[in-house]
């Protein structure tokens, strides 16, 4: 099938979009996993009046899986898939967001959903990483599935395929390592859970990945203990935001990381006040005092109250 050009000055878009819009290369997993959330949002919020999707919020899931000998990096969902006029629409014009469009289809019951790319650029982010970008899809009620394929601002392919169930598989080709970027980490299991729980914790689907984990043998000594490797599907995120969970359940280093990964500070909070207000208005919230003075606080530049 000859390839298609991208309906936008896309190489100039392409590279502004990759060297300005974003400055860390890691985010491109939060954008995907943000797509693939809204994907199943859509697929749930859909089921609310068709009862032939046969799924209720519990059944939806996203999963990550790697083949580091290929170096290909997969993230999957089951939601609510494309066809081909989607894959035109939402893949072909950079900074065209299927997700603001169906919020603005939903009119006032978008306050239920949380549908996540409003903007439209974040698949793209994807390329900072591979150098080749493969989309498996099919669309929920279609007869049809379709792949998408591009190796960045040259254009893209789209064929009919074969998929048996709706969703999408957004399969990555990473880049070779080079002196000054090694891509390969975002191959390493440690590295994508590390990801998910900075940055997609949140994310009110299960977010799943085989990891490798370590055992004591069954028929071990206990003076000689030896240990086994074994594979195990882990659910990464946590699905409920730390500020709405009770403080019971949270510990004091989780609320500290949690500061210093938003904030990006190097040292603990010298305190964590979380807040919980109910009547006409009602909110949850954490107080943070940070830990030392802000580097401008002497100078004319710093801005008093709260960073939120």
């Known amino acids: 099938m000859a390839k298609k050009q991208f309906k936008a000055e896309s190489k100039r878009l392409l590279d502004l979009m990759i060297n300005s819009i974003y400055t860390h290369k890691e985010i491109f997993l939060r954008e995907i996993i943000s797509n693939a959330s809204d994907a199943c949002d859509k697929l749930c919020y859909q089921a609310l009046t068709d009862s032939a999707v046969g799924m209720d919020r519990g059944d939806f899931k996203i999963e990550i899986s790697v ?26 014009i950079i900074a065209s967001s299927g997700s603001y469009k169906f919020k603005q289809e939903i009119g006032d019951d978008a306050k239920d959903t949380s549908v996540i790319g409003q903007f439209g650029v974040g698949f793209y982010s994807a390329f900072m990483v591979a150098d080749h970008i493969t989309v498996v899809t099919k669309k929920y009620g ?18 009919e395929c ?28 440690w590295k994508l859970q590390e990801l998910v729980r900075k940055y997609s914790d949140y994310i009110r689907f299960p977010i799943r990945m085989e990891v490798s984990k370590t055992r004591k043998k069954e028929d071990s000594p206990e003076d000689k203990p030896e240990y086994e490797t074994y594979s195990e599907v882990e659910t ?43 009547g006409s208005v009602t909110y949850k919230a954490l107080l943070f005092v940070p830990g030392a003075a802000p580097f401008d606080y002497y100078t004319k530049e710093f801005e008093k109250g709260l960073q939120l």
């Open 142 to 159: 279609a007869e049809s599935a379709y792949m998408w394929q591009s190796s960045g601002a040259d254009g893209y392919t789209v064929t």
């Open 67 to 92: 083949d580091k000998d290929a170096r290909i990096l997969t993230v999957s969902d089951n939601g609510i898939g494309m066809d081909r006029e989607d894959l035109e629409n939402n893949l072909g």
């Open 236 to 278: 990464l995120n946590s699905m409920v935001p730390i500020w709405q969970r009770a403080k019971s359940e949270v510990t004091q280093e989780e609320y500290h990381k949690f500061y210093r990964d938003k904030f990006h500070d190097y040292t603990d909070p010298q305190r964590c006040v979380p807040v919980s207000v109910e």
């Open 162 to 189: 074969e998929k048996e169930t709706p969703g999408t598989d957004i399969i990555m080709h990473v880049k070779p390592d080079t002196e000054d970027e090694k891509y390969g980490e975002f191959l390493e299991n």
